[in-house]
């Protein structure tokens, strides 16, 4: 029997509009202007594996994962999350259920993380975002389970 892959990109592309306003094209007799920041990706990524993107600084990877996860509409393209066209499912009642299923990573910590937060808060947001957690004890004791599974103390 052949599995289908958990994740499917096919012909992903993503345009952005970096024109002047429209007025200042008309008068100055300037045509739009198209920036493509991702153009025609396609892979696979199987259940249970792991595809790391690389690539110098401004080649496209954060916008690619932003069209993983549903961030931004792609230009062109698609993105298949267990079968299903992602952009269309997450714009669907159930997508709520959906994005509890993924999540994008950011590489700048300073970006990412308040230095103002508890770990607890930072490491909790999501569980409650999400309607995981019922009260603040199990809010304490899954965020302490979840700190230890990574090999760090409550």
């Known amino acids: 029997m052949t599995r289908n892959p958990l994740v499917q990109v096919r012909g992903l592309s993503k345009r952005f509009d970096v024109s002047a306003p ?3 094209r008309v008068i100055e007799g300037k045509p739009r202007q198209l920036l493509q920041a991702v153009s025609e990706v396609d892979f ?3 259940r249970g594996h792991t595809l790391a993107l690389v690539g110098e600084s401004g080649c ?11 961030l931004y ?9 267990e079968g299903a066209n992602l952009h269309d ?9 959906l994005r509890r299923r993924m999540q994008m990573i950011f590489q ?11 770990v ?19 809010l304490q004791s899954r965020v302490a389970a979840l700190l230890q599974s990574v090999g760090l103390s409550a």
């Open 22 to 24: 429209w007025l200042n």
């Open 44 to 46: 696979d990524i199987e």
């Open 60 to 70: 496209g990877k954060s916008t690619l994962a932003r069209l993983l996860v549903g």
């Open 73 to 81: 509409a792609p230009s062109q393209g698609e993105v298949l999350f």
């Open 89 to 97: 499912a997450l714009a669907q009642p159930q997508g709520r259920a």
């Open 108 to 118: 700048d910590p300073y970006a990412s993380l308040n230095p103002r937060w508890t």
């Open 120 to 138: 607890e808060a930072i490491i909790g947001e999501p569980l409650q975002e999400h309607g995981l957690i019922k009260d603040a004890g199990e």
